[in-house]
Every structure is written in C-alpha cells, then in structure tokens.
C-alpha cells in the first residue's frame, strides 16, 4: 500500500504541475468545443498512412503479448507502412511509466488506459480528445453501447479513451456444493436481504469446514456495486460520492456474516488481500460455496477447483439489487492517444482496427475484458472454437451489459489507492482493532485526502 500510495501523490505533483485547466463537476455530454465535421470519414487507404507508433500496454502473461502481437501483425499487414512498436509492462509498472511520461510531455502515441484510473490522466494536455475522430467516423463507436463508450470520459465530458474491453464484478458459485447441501441456485432478482437470507440458510446445510461465503467486507468492487444499488454516487470529482451510513452499513453487514460463521473468516480476508493467487482462493480450493470475482477469472477459479480434485462448475450470478435496484457496474479497458503524438491518423486507424476488424476481436480473444463491439461479441459467442468458460464470460458481461443493469460509474483521481485501504480498515475492524465508526471515518478522512490531491 505504502508504494501505491508513494506514486500515487508523484502521479499528483506530476499532474498538477502539467495541467492548470479547470474541470467540470459532472461527466454529461461532450463539449461543443470538440465539435467535428459531421460527414464520414473515408477509410484511409492504406497507402496513405505510414510512420512508427508505439503501443504501451501492460501484460504479464505470454498469452496476452502473443494475442496482441496477432492484433498488430494484423494492422500491419492491411497497413504496411506503419510499425507499431510494442512497450510491455506489468500493470502498476505501465501506470508508473505512464506518470513520468505525462511529466515529460511525452506519451506513447498508444497508451492502453483503464476507467479505473483515466481521471488522473483525462486532460488535453496529456491524452488527446477524441470526440471529433468520433464524430466523423475515422474510429467508429457504432456498434459500442452508449454506456460503454462513456466509460471513456473525464469529468470534464470530453472522450478520452475507446473502450476496447468490458468488465463487471459477479458473484461465482459452484454448482456441486449447492446440490450438495440442496438448496436450489439463486435468481438474479435477488436483494442484499435475499443473498443474507439465502446464505444463512446455506450455511445451516453445509460440512464442517465450508463457509458459505467469501467474505467481501474489505473489497472495493461490492462495495461499489452496493453503493450504487442504495442509490448514492460512489465518486465527486474530488472526493467520495455516498454518506458515511452506506459504508457503516457495509462493514456491518460483513460482521454480521463473519460473526455467524457464514463469512470467512477476518484472517482469511487478510490472506487473499496479500494477492494469494487464484487457485489458492477457498472458491478454488472447495472451501467456499460463494465469491465475488470479475467474470474473465472463471477459467482461474475453475481450474483451482480442478487441481485441487474437487468437484464442481462455476457458475455466474449478477450481484444482489438494492432499494435503488441494481448497483452493477462496469469497467473498461482500451486505448488513448497521447496528446504529443505526432502522426494522430495512424494512431486513430489503429484504434479502429483494434475495436471493430473481426480478425483482429477473433485474434484477440477477449482477453482483456469482454469485446465492446456488439457484433463482434457475438461472433465470439457464436464461434465452435471458443473456450466453453470464455463463452460462459462473455454471455454473462451481454447480459449484464444489454439488460438494463449497468449503472454510471466515474471513476475518481486517486482510485487505485482505495481498495488496499479499504481491506486494511476493514480488517481493522474484523480484528477488533477498530469500531465501525472509527473505522469509517478514518476511511473517509484517508479516501477523501487521497482523492483531493
């Protein structure tokens, strides 16, 4: 946490000493100021584009670098007078490099970007704005729902980044331990009351040694979806968006289920926040009947579940309505264009290429989140040759996406510091170090400290 927390108040002098420029409270509409021609844009002739690019994305696994590997083989083949040079890191690697770019002025004409952290970055003088390359048609968001290209925006309205990748947070279950105990899976419909209910009930059904549930008392992606189902904004611009009573709630309702036995226990919550491993998880070892997970760790889980030789499908459920109705949220992952890049047409056809070619979303594979092109989705779900658990994934994030679930979520400055900070008070709470009222307003002065730099 203390290195997050370090680049995080860098990332801050950084940014304010490069950006002067006053913000608007609200992400609403495009400014008329990036206003473009309104006429299509032809497709660039091949021949008319050239030059090198360099494409910074982060990746730690093989297979990510070789699947976007295949993207850009592709784009060169059609483009053979542009090179695209990769830049690979891990991700707070990619994000620290990213930080002293900004600093320098000099951006990688195609930084991959993440709505998580894009308001640190959404300024002219960092990314370009990419409405007018909307507008006309040079990147084509036609086929990308509204709600998914608006994931892109800053706090000021204006497009920043086109999301390439879609993704949700979903409770997993396994299938083998419901029947077991024989209680019939869960309906979508159901409230925070329902899943309490329901869990208790499970529990009182289970072996020594199973606990119903994961505990997510100190996991920022519920607690967000929790937030938004009590009808509060999560974020300000500069500070968290929902009164102190929603978290106070939050963390009681945890304690509620741990001190039951129906939760696991605050230890185990301290062991899977030190980024134990997928297949380490109690979901993954049988421990466990349900969890809180994004839908592309199915196939992790699923094979932890496998190497430890028990029995089970993970199975996908959306996470529990609240008075407001559904809290779910997405995330997205996609690419920007630095704002001193110097050759923007074939940067922007690059962008295109990558969000709506179907060799290249057949290439890629979704393995970054869920394709935002609808078609191309489709065609993922459609294809013989998918992995089933890829399938599985990516009929989940249609669903949630097209159903009418998904609600607004930007996210503020600052956010990367707050989900170990929220699984450290929380622990401090489980471990009986904390009341919840301390609890919650030593969070909320740390949150709202961070997030007003």
């Known amino acids: 946490m203390r290195t997050t927390l370090r680049w995080l108040s860098v990332l801050t002098l950084i940014l304010s000493a490069c950006s002067a420029a006053p913000q608007a409270t609200a992400p609403t509409q495009a400014p008329t100021t990036a206003a473009a021609p309104a006429a299509a844009a032809p497709t660039p002739a091949p021949s008319s584009l050239s030059g090198e690019l360099t494409y910074a994305w982060w990746g730690t696994s093989a297979f990510r670098n070789q699947v976007t590997q295949d993207v850009i083989n592709l784009f060169q083949q059609k483009y053979p007078n542009v090179k695209i040079d990769p830049s690979i890191s891990d991700f707070n690697t990619h994000f620290q490099k990213l930080t002293v770019s900004a600093a320098a002025g000099d951006m990688p004409c195609l930084p991959q970007m993440q709505s998580t952290g894009l308001q640190a970055y959404a300024d002219p003088k960092i990314l370009r704005p990419l409405d007018d390359l909307v507008e006309n048609k040079t990147i084509d968001t036609a086929n990308v729902p509204k709600g998914v290209v608006d994931t892109g925006r800053g706090f000021d ?19 083998a331990l419901l029947q077991q105990a024989g209680i019939a899976a869960p309906q979508e419909t159901w409230t925070w009351d329902d899943y309490k209910t329901y869990m208790t009930q499970l529990q009182a059904k289970l072996p020594q040694g199973v606990n119903a549930l994961e505990n997510n008392g100190g996991d920022m992606n519920p607690l967000v979806t929790w937030v938004l189902s009590h009808g509060q904004p999560v974020f300000k611009q500069k500070a968290l968006g929902f009164d102190k009573q929603v978290l106070a709630d939050w963390f009681q309702y945890w304690e509620g289920l741990r001190n039951a036995g129906v939760a696991t226990s605050a230890t185990e919550v301290a062991e899977r926040a030190a980024n134990a491993p997928l297949e380490l998880h109690p979901l993954a070892n049988g421990t466990v009947v349900f969890g809180s997970y994004a839908p592309n760790q199915i196939a992790g889980v699923q ?22 109705g559904s809290g779910d949220a997405i995330g997205t992952n996609g690419l920007t264009i630095g704002a001193n890049c110097d050759n923007v047409p074939a940067a922007a056809a690059f962008i295109n290429f990558f969000l709506n070619d179907p060799q290249a979303g057949a290439a890629y594979k979704s393995d970054n989140g869920a394709v935002s092109s609808t078609p191309l989705l489709q065609a993922q779900i459609d294809d013989p040759n998918s992995d089933p658990q890829l399938i599985k994934q990516l009929k989940f994030q249609q669903h949630l996406t097209t159903g009418g679930f998904v609600k607004d979520i930007t996210y503020a400055a600052g956010y990367s ?17 904390m009341t919840v009222s301390a609890a919650v307003d030593d969070f909320f002065n740390q949150a709202n400290a961070i997030l007003n730099k």
């Open 417 to 433: 510091a707050l989900p170990p900070l929220l699984t450290t008070t929380y622990e401090n709470v489980a471990f009986g170090k």
């Open 303 to 324: 094979g932890g579940l496998s190497k430890a030789g028990k029995p089970g499908t993970i199975q996908l459920i959306k996470e529990p309505n609240g008075p407001a």
């Open 157 to 175: 309205g204006m497009l920043y980044m086109i999301p390439t990748g879609v993704f949700s947070r979903v409770d997993f279950y396994n299938d």
